[in-house]
Structures are given as structure tokens and as C-alpha cells.
């Protein structure tokens, strides 16, 4: 372009030849002025300016950072970060004084903040609380209600709900106001088809453990458990992450089933539901073949609430301010030097015996014993 218009040629000719503008054969014209075009730069340029106008000035810059090192080593108040920085600077009279947030970032080029990063431990492993459900060498089934559902027309409708642990297995059962007699009867079935864990884990619903208005009484489901064999395990209450896989499970069924369509019955809010937990099953078959093996329900098995019960059921409580937990109805002490944290109780029914281990998630393979407390389930411990 510079060399057609150094021969004479005219600068819109030039620019429709190159499909450029003219003001841009202009600039490269301007750039070569009376040099050889091997001698000229014929780089673009950048177009910021050389100085920025609202740039701090290195001077102001330089003493921010002293003031910074001074009020470190010599303040009485121990503050060195910007706001006492800018308080020192009208102190001293200064007339340009930078804000605050340019102060940091003043301090943030010169390299001189003391970054506190977070430290970001791994979560522990699933189970973390069992040592035997965290090696993965047992399953555990999460049971939780879903309430506070209602089908156009006022039908009350809540939800059974279930998913193993390792293996991701679910089930759903919609139904109406659920009763103890209803669970039952929705996990036998399921553990009839898929076989059972070696634990249960419920949350503190009356229907699950039985009444809480009496102490040393235990409900039909724990019974139920015991005498399968499956170790019932309560989860602490108004407590996270113990109940994450039941309730994750939980909200995912209400957006893909409860709020994705209209129901006008409970029989298509059942059908849906059936549908999406198929579909579940499905997915997680790969996931399942990983986990641990299930145990197949005995045949002619029967379920008798009278039998005399023996096993074990866990509790995980969280220490109250004196080292206290609240496990059937009864105040123990566990240990002054461990409170607000959480405990596993164990309740031995045929050794008599409560042994309380202390639970750290930062330390999830340590968990000692703090103490073991005599005990026995009295004779009048079923709740019909």
C-alpha cells in the first residue's frame, strides 16, 4: 500500500484494491513517513496510552508498602492492613491518599499480603462413623419420609424412601398419611426382592424407633431389624452429612417425579414414580455389582413383634456442653473432655452393655472407647 502511493497513486484507489479503509492506508503512509519500507516497523502497535492517567505514582506507592512494614513492626494496635494504612496516611497529612481498595491492590502488586489460605481437608469416606461401612466391607440402607404433600383436590401424600449406601440401590413408595405397619410392610418387600444390608439407618421419626415420651422403648422397625439381623442405626439429630445419600435421593425424586408433572390421583403420582425408579435401578447397576453383597431374606421368615430381641442398635448423638447424650430416653454422661462432639452408641441388648466411641471427621480412623456403661433393656420394651 505504502509503496502504490509513494508511485503516485491515489489513497481511496489504494484502499479499494486492498478492501481497506482509507484512513488505514493513511496510518501505514504516516508509520513509513520518508524511510525504506525495509527499514520501517510495520508491527501493530498497542493502542493503550504510555501512562495511565489514574494511575498511583510510585512515590505514593513506595510509601504505602514502608507504612505497611512500620505499622507491622511498631503498632500499637497491631494493624498493618489498608484501612489502617489509609488511617496513618491523613495522620501524616498526606494530601493524595488512595482509597482502600487501591491500597490493596497496591500491597497485592508489591507482594505483600500475608495470604491465610483455607485449608481444604479430603471428606471422609461414606460410612466414615462405622469402620466396617467406610472399608466397604457392609451395605447400609438410608430410610426417610418425604411430607408435605398434597394432590390437587387435598390428597395427602408422603413418600417412602430408600438407597444404599455403596451400591446407589432405591425405591420409592408413594402413599397416603404413612403408619409404622405401612414401613414395614414397604421394607420387607424391598428387602425380599434385593436382599438385606447389614445396616439400617433411619433419622428420629416416632415411626422408625417408636415413642420418645417413655424411656427404654424401641418400635416395631427396630425390632424388625434385630431380627433379621440388620444393625438399625439412628443418625444425630438437627445434624449434616450423615444423611446426605437418603436426602440427595430425596430431592432428586421430588424435582424428576413430584415437580415435573401434574397429578390428578395417586394411582399416576404411583405410576410416575415407579417409572423414574426403574430407570434409577438401571443406571446403578454397574455401581451395584461394586458394592457388598447382599443377604437374601430367609424363606418362611415371619415377623413376630413379641419375639425376644437380641443384636445391637447404634445411635450417633452429639454431646451436649457437659459432655452428656440422650440415648432411649435416658441422660448419660460420656466424657466432660469431649463435648459437642459426636459419639457413637452402641447398644449391646445381650451383653448388657452401652459402649460409647468419640468421632472425629477429621480423623475418621480414629475413634476410641470413652466409656461403657452398664445396661439392660427392660421387659416391657415393645411398643405395640
Not at 91 to 96: H, I, M, N, R, S
Not at 113 to 134: F, K
Amino acid at each position: 500500500m505504502v509503496a502504490l502511493v509513494r508511485q503516485g497513486h491515489c489513497v481511496r484507489k489504494v484502499a479499494r484494491k486492498f478492501a481497506v479503509s482509507p484512513p488505514t492506508v493513511q496510518r501505514w503512509v504516516d508509520r513509513a513517513n520518508v524511510k525504506r519500507l525495509d527499514r520501517v516497523d510495520f508491527q501493530d502497535l498497542s493502542s493503550a496510552p504510555k501512562k495511565v492517567a489514574n494511575r498511583t505514582a510510585r512515590e505514593v506507592e513506595g510509601k504505602i508498602v514502608s507504612l505497611r512494614t512500620q505499622l507491622r513492626d511498631e503498632s500499637a494496635l497491631g494493624e498493618f492492613g489498608a484501612a489502617a494504612i489509609h488511617r496513618q496516611m491523613q495522620a501524616l497529612g498526606e494530601t493524595d491518599i488512595p482509597s482502600l481498595r487501591t491500597i490493596g491492590y497496591i500491597l497485592e502488586r508489591a507482594g505483600a499480603l500475608d495470604y491465610r489460605r483455607r485449608v481444604r481437608r479430603p471428606p471422609p469416606p461414606m460410612g466414615w462413623y462405622l469402620p466396617d461401612l467406610a472399608a466397604r466391607l457392609k451395605e447400609m440402607d438410608q430410610f426417610d419420609f418425604v411430607e408435605g404433600l398434597t394432590i390437587e383436590g387435598g390428597c395427602v401424600v408422603e413418600v417412602l424412601n430408600v438407597i444404599s449406601l455403596h451400591g446407589g440401590l432405591c425405591q420409592s413408595w408413594p402413599d397416603g398419611s404413612y403408619t409404622t405397619e405401612l414401613a414395614l410392610v414397604a421394607m420387607l418387600e424391598h428387602w425380599r426382592k434385593w436382599g438385606m444390608p447389614e445396616y439400617a439407618q433411619f433419622d428420629n421419626d416416632r415411626r422408625f424407633h417408636g415413642s420418645h415420651r417413655h424411656a427404654n422403648i424401641i418400635g416395631r422397625v427396630i425390632k424388625l431389624c434385630l431380627g433379621l439381623g440388620v444393625v438399625p442405626v439412628f443418625a444425630p439429630i438437627r445434624e449434616h452429612g450423615l444423611q446426605n445419600a437418603i436426602e440427595s435421593y430425596n430431592g432428586r425424586w421430588q424435582e424428576k417425579v413430584w415437580g415435573r408433572f401434574h397429578y390428578k390421583s395417586l394411582a399416576s403420582l404411583q405410576k410416575q414414580s415407579a417409572g423414574y425408579v426403574e430407570a434409577s435401578q438401571l443406571r446403578s447397576a454397574a455401581r451395584r455389582e461394586g458394592a457388598p453383597e447382599r443377604c437374601s431374606l430367609p424363606s418362611g421368615w415371619t415377623f413376630d413383634a413379641r419375639k425376644k430381641v437380641r443384636g445391637q442398635i447404634i445411635y450417633i448423638r452429639r454431646t451436649s456442653d457437659s459432655g452428656s447424650v440422650n440415648v432411649l430416653g435416658n441422660q448419660l454422661s460420656v466424657d466432660q473432655r469431649w463435648s459437642h462432639r459426636l459419639v457413637r452408641c452402641e447398644v449391646d441388648i445381650e451383653g448388657k452393655v452401652m459402649r460409647f466411641y468419640g468421632l472425629r471427621r477429621k480423623a475418621p480412623d480414629q475413634q476410641p472407647l470413652l466409656r461403657e456403661i452398664a445396661y439392660q433393656l427392660p421387659v416391657q420394651y415393645v411398643e405395640d
